[in-house]
């Protein structure tokens, strides 16, 4: 049974930066689907990035894109988002998701329903 454990979150101020980690326990494969999805009050979740463990290969949100980074440690089977330039809009809820053996192409990546494993979330508060 795969596990995922989020951790990093926290408040900070707009232009602000968080670094959030996953860190996978129980993989039977090597080469995964990772994806950071948010999800704010009253409001659907939403995909912001994703990563192939297999080959590095990510995929980001518009609203995101120049200022997450998604990246991988295969050593610890940790996957982190790396935050910058924080706005109020990103306040929510951010969870890590998992789709073991599986290659998303680009956008796909963003697609909640595609991933099997979820972790229990980490919150991110950014105050104007």
């Known amino acids: 049974q795969v596990q995922l454990v989020e951790s990093g979150g926290g408040s900070v101020q707009a232009g602000g930066s968080l670094r959030l980690s996953c860190a996978a326990s129980?993989?039977?494969?090597?080469?995964?689907?990772m994806g950071w999805f948010r999800q704010a009050p009253g409001k659907e979740r939403e995909g912001v990035a994703s990563?192939?463990?297999?080959?590095?290969?990510?995929y980001y949100a518009d609203s995101v894109k120049g200022r997450f980074t998604i990246s991988q440690d295969n050593a610890k089977n940790t996957v982190y988002l790396q935050m910058n330039s924080l706005k109020p809009e990103d306040t929510a809820m951010y969870y890590c998701?998992?789709?073991?053996?599986?290659?998303?192409?680009?956008?796909?990546?963003?697609?909640?329903?595609?991933?099997?494993?979820w972790g229990q979330g980490t919150q991110v508060t950014v105050s104007s």
């Open positions: 998701a998992s789709a073991e053996g599986v290659y998303f192409y680009g956008p796909y990546g963003l697609q909640s329903f595609r991933y099997t494993y």
């Open positions: 129980g993989y039977t494969y090597s080469r995964n689907s």
């Open positions: 990563i192939y463990t297999g080959g590095g290969d990510t």
